[in-house]
């Protein structure tokens, strides 16, 4: 195993015991407003927290780029993790029992390792650059179908930017029309993982943040998924624009969201 995805792994794991535990003492999770539709707790930046310092102690030098606690320059400007130590916040919060810890490390401008473990599944996704992905350490594949047609589709509703409602609202539609079935769980990390485990065949939402889909997107790469933006490109990680699947999911999906999706959207 790859050393840095032995410390993410360890980081996560770590992380995610802590949310678990936090269940026991549901009236010490404190919970706070970042923005619109935007929830935080003391759990996630206590996740947080132990993520970097569990990376650290390990790596001193690294750079971090986490959702709670922003940028953190090291001297070593070519490795940064980028981490979201509870993607699925609302979920937490309501506790519904989908959400996940997500650690990549990006190294010379190129992930390199990824982990994003879900404590309330015990479930382990990771994957190292080149060496495909596993779940539990099992190696997992996104699934490879024809076209839309009997797929299941994950997406994520545009909450922090409702004034796109009703395009987004067109280009499910249209989606919907023509695959089997569509999720919306309430978390990208997961969602991008589920692509590499061929539980969905296919993933799409726009106004994400890096650390929303870093790991995800490696895992999913690795898994042999296809990740673009809307545009087709790789700007995925800068536009919070992303698609996913394999080559005849990708294309209708994107073909969809150009035929309905307003500028706005499509930048």
């Not at 690294?62 to 981490?83: S, T, Y």
């Not at 919060?93 to 010379?108: D, E, Q, T």
């Not at 922090?160 to 280009?171: L, P």
């Amino acid at each position: 195993m790859h050393p840095m995805l032995n410390i993410a792994i360890r980081a996560a794991r770590k992380a995610g015991n802590h949310i678990a535990k936090s269940l026991e003492k549901t009236d010490s999770i404190h919970v706070s407003s970042k923005g619109l539709n935007d929830l935080v707790t003391n759990i996630d930046k206590e996740a947080e927290a132990i993520i970097i310092e569990t990376i650290k102690a390990s790596y001193p030098d690294h750079c971090f780029a986490g959702e709670e606690l922003g940028l953190a320059e090291g001297r070593d400007k070519e490795c940064q993790w980028i981490i979201d130590p509870l993607d699925g916040t609302a979920n937490f919060v309501r506790g519904l029992p989908h959400y996940a810890v997500s650690i990549a490390l990006k190294m010379r401008g190129r992930m390199e390792v990824a982990c994003v473990y879900d404590p309330m599944r015990n479930e382990l996704f990771t994957a190292t650059r080149g060496q495909g992905a596993q779940l539990n350490s099992q190696r997992i594949r996104a699934s490879q179908p024809r076209d839309l047609t009997g797929t299941i589709i994950a997406t994520g509703f545009p909450f922090k930017a409702k004034q796109h409602s009703e395009s987004y609202i067109n280009i499910l539609g249209s989606v919907f029309a023509d695959c089997a079935d569509v999720r919306r769980a309430g978390s990208a990390a997961l969602d991008l993982c589920y692509v590499a485990a061929g539980r969905v065949d296919g993933f799409f939402e726009f106004g994400l943040k890096p650390w929303d889909i870093a790991a995800g997107d490696l895992i999913a790469r690795e898994a042999g998924a296809i990740v673009t933006d809307f545009s087709g490109n790789t700007n995925y990680l800068a536009s919070g624009n992303i698609v996913c699947g394999n080559a005849r999911v990708v294309k209708p999906l994107l073909s969809k969201i150009r035929a309905h999706g307003n500028e706005g959207m499509l930048k």
